[in-house]
């Protein structure tokens, strides 16, 4: 099956500092899409981007699938940022395939 | 609008028994998918069930089933638990099959089999 591997696995930053979170995947998929795992173990749909470019407030994406490979970029960060960030693939139908995260923890 | 419902949020169960999750869909959702996470595996795509029928099945044992009712809410069931399924179960809905862009997760069902 298809795979995906996400990178780093951990990231400390400081409050205000930016990051690039990154996503590869190992074969053509036809949906890409970012969460946000929240303390109490909720995901959040970030992104919905199988290609191109896409912005919400001080995040944005950007996947390049003829590369396969996705970047989640997060600016001015803040604690409330913290937290499991999963990119997740989709080949066809609704079964989406996870990477195994980035753990990110904003520092005030 | 009130978000996807999962009940109960913590459980805690003895090999061998069985147990059955609860996820209440979106208003208007009609398509209801189910995830296991664990440390070791990850998340990983158990099955989805649309008007009543079960749609698609991930690479689990028999012993993890499913069903939807009428009213699009749904019910896993795991019997026979081993200490390996204990896990956060989380349930996304959407409004119809397929639409992953669309889902909505709930807060998830912590299960610990002792």
């Known amino acids: 099956g298809i795979q995906v591997e996400q990178s780093p696995p951990d990231l400390i930053l400081q409050e205000g500092a930016n990051s690039t979170l990154r996503c590869n995947f190992s074969?053509?998929?036809?949906?890409l899409q970012w969460f946000h795992q929240n303390p109490w173990g909720q995901l959040i749909n970030l992104f919905y981007i199988p290609s191109g470019t896409k912005q919400n407030g001080r995040l944005s994406a950007t996947t390049v699938a003829t590369e396969r490979y996705s970047l989640l970029y997060i600016s001015s960060s803040q604690t409330t940022d913290s937290g499991v960030y999963f990119c997740a693939v989709g080949v066809s139908g609704s079964r989406l395939t996870f990477g195994e995260g980035t753990q990110l923890t904003v520092n005030p | 609008k009130a978000g996807v419902t999962q009940t109960p949020r913590y459980l805690i169960k003895t090999r061998g028994q069985q147990v059955t999750l609860s996820c209440s869909p979106i208003s208007g959702h009609r398509s209801v998918s189910w995830y296991q996470q664990t440390p070791g595996q990850g998340l990983q795509f158990l099955f989805e069930?649309?008007?009543?029928?079960?749609?698609n099945k991930g690479n689990f044992p028999g012993r993890f089933s499913g069903r939807q009712f009428s009213n699009s809410r749904s019910e896993m069931n795991v019997s026979t638990l081993e200490l390996g399924d204990s896990a956060l179960y989380l349930c996304?809905?959407?409004?119809?099959?397929?639409?992953?862009?669309?889902?909505?997760f709930g807060s998830g069902t912590r299960l610990t089999v002792v």
């Open positions: 069930y649309f008007s009543e029928t079960q749609r």
């Open positions: 996304a809905s959407s409004l119809s099959v397929g639409e992953t862009g669309g889902y909505t």
């Open positions: 074969d053509s998929v036809n949906n």
